[in-house]
């Protein structure tokens, strides 16, 4: 009976020594570009918090746990300069910003900035 194992085991290292390496079946020699997903902007209803020049935090009106730091694009920057010297948006005030889905910068604010107190 161990003569019958033994010789199984040597068929067994026998085999293993004898079979072929496993590669990846993948060709490496050429680059497939892709152009860049356009990610289409969205827009989000939220309160605001507090907003200066620089940027602004506000809370999300379905989920007001959920609050955001948004900065402002080049274009905004502008506008919210101007909206500022007129009394700005204030605490509470009720707005939609337009920004891109993972990235903190808003494209666009639409709503009315309340009187200034």
């Known amino acids: 009976m161990s003569l019958l194992r033994l010789a199984a085991g040597l068929a067994l290292l026998a085999g293993l020594a004898v079979a072929p390496a496993a590669r990846a079946q993948m060709d490496s020699s050429g680059v497939v570009a892709s152009k860049p997903l356009k990610v289409k902007p969205v827009w989000l209803k939220v309160e605001v918090i507090h907003i200066d020049r620089a940027s602004m935090i ?60």
């Open 58 to 117: 506000v809370r999300e009106v379905d989920r007001p746990m959920v609050v955001h730091t948004f900065s402002f694009d080049t274009k905004m920057a502008e506008q919210m300069e101007k909206v500022q010297a007129h009394g700005g948006f204030q605490h509470g005030d009720k707005i939609k910003v337009q920004h891109e889905p993972g990235k903190e910068v808003a494209l666009a604010i639409k709503g009315r900035p309340s009187r200034p107190i």
